[in-house]
Nanobody, 119 residues
Framework: QVQVVESGGGLVQPGGSLRLSCAASGFFFSNYAMKWYRQAPGKGRELVAS????????TYADSVKGRFTISRDNAKNMGFLQMNNLKPEDTAVYYCNAINIVGGTSEYWGQGTQVTVSS
């Protein structure tokens, strides 16, 4: 059974930090690029960060560059998003996405985790 499960969200004050985790199971994680998206109330889904299947070539939205770091541990089938210096505009539901980039077309999404940045 394929599962993608995010965790680590919560309420944090401006300037604080959170580390989101993405646990993948039921598919060969090492064949999949990993992306983090977010969706704020009333807005469309935004790509925040991505990393390739072997943990290289991280890319970031301009709005989070220098504050967020994406990483993964293929041995543990885990992905991460370290978020520092959080701002109120980072408030959103954050989603983990895994997309096959090695000979396949499958794509999987998690259910999302809420991040709220407020004083």
């Amino acid at each position: 059974q394929v599962q993608v499960v995010e965790s680590g969200g919560g309420l944090v004050q401006p300037g604080g930090s959170l580390r989101l985790s993405c646990a993948a199971s039921g598919f060969f994680f090492s064949n999949y690029a990993m992306k983090w998206y977010r969706q704020a109330p009333g807005k469309g889904r935004e790509l925040v960060a991505s990393i390739n299947n072997v943990g290289r070539n991280p890319t970031y939205a301009d709005s989070v560059k220098g504050r967020f770091t994406i990483s993964r541990d293929n041995a543990k089938n885990m992905g991460f998003l370290q978020m520092n210096n959080l701002k109120p505009e980072d408030t959103a539901v954050y989603y983990c996405n895994a997309i096959n980039i090695v000979g396949g077309t499958s794509e999987y999404w998690g259910q999302g985790t809420q991040v709220t940045v407020s004083s």
